[in-house]
């Protein structure tokens, strides 16, 4: 799994405008596993396989999607595989920024604006902005 | 190249992609007995790249037009051992 997530998995900070957040602004962790639909099988196990997550199609691009977005799934789950057998190569760097944004969700900083530029922050050097 | 296909033998893939390394495989077979140097060694050869990836390319569609490709092979459903036992392959 480690391997797979490696080649075709996704950390990501999802931040989103809104309204009824003080900062004017939410803040959610995602990890996400992308695959061509022909996969599909695969993918859907990987729900049960986590315990967690949901898997999606998008038919339009032929595409099947394993996401995992609770918090607390990301924090009690996710991450602690992924300590346990490691995420290698460049997505090495990607998984310790989402969990440095994890610590700092987990300790409430994202709802103070010192806190929130800290994720905005890490947000943007990670992934495709490396 | 056959310790490649040795290690991926051992460990197989558990995606579509399975399907290929099958083919890849019986190709490399063919090779390794020198089939591919006559001719209809050479054609099965062909059939199997028909099928292998993204198929022929307009080059060998031209070179070999009454070309019929194998069919894929059939990729078991994957099965997954839970989270918890999992090993480091």
């Known amino acids: 799994m480690a391997g797979f997530v490696t080649g075709e998995g996704c950390f990501f900070i999802k931040t989103s405008k809104s309204k009824t957040h003080k900062l004017g602004m939410s ?10 639909i022909r996969d599909a099988y695969l993918l859907e196990s990987f729900v049960q396989f986590f315990g967690c997550g949901s898997f999606s199609t998008v038919e339009k691009s032929g595409i099947g999607r394993f996401a995992v977005s609770n918090f607390s ?3 009690e789950i996710v991450i602690p595989l992924f300590e346990e057998f490691a995420i290698l190569g460049a997505k090495a760097k990607d998984f310790e920024d989402f969990k440095e944004a994890a610590e700092l969700v987990k300790s409430k900083a994202h709802l103070n604006k010192e806190g929130l530029d800290k994720i905005l922050l890490v947000k943007s050097r990670m992934n495709f902005k490396r | 190249m056959a310790r490649v296909i040795e290690h991926f033998s051992k460990y197989p893939l558990k995606t579509q992609k399975y399907a290929d390394f099958l083919l890849f495989k019986r190709a490399f077979d063919i090779l390794y007995i020198k089939e591919h140097l006559t001719e209809a060694g050479l054609q099965k ?11 022929l390319s307009e080059r060998l569609e031209v070179a070999f037009p009454n070309n019929t490709p194998v069919s894929r092979p059939q990729v078991p459903k994957p099965t997954l051992e839970s989270n918890r036992s999992e090993d480091k392959h």
Do not use: D
């Open chain 1, 27 to 36: 803040v959610a962790l995602n990890f996400i596993v992308v695959q061509n």
């Open chain 2, 45 to 55: 050869l062909i059939s199997i790249r028909a099928s292998l990836n993204k198929g």
């Open chain 1, 73 to 75: 799934h990301v924090v």
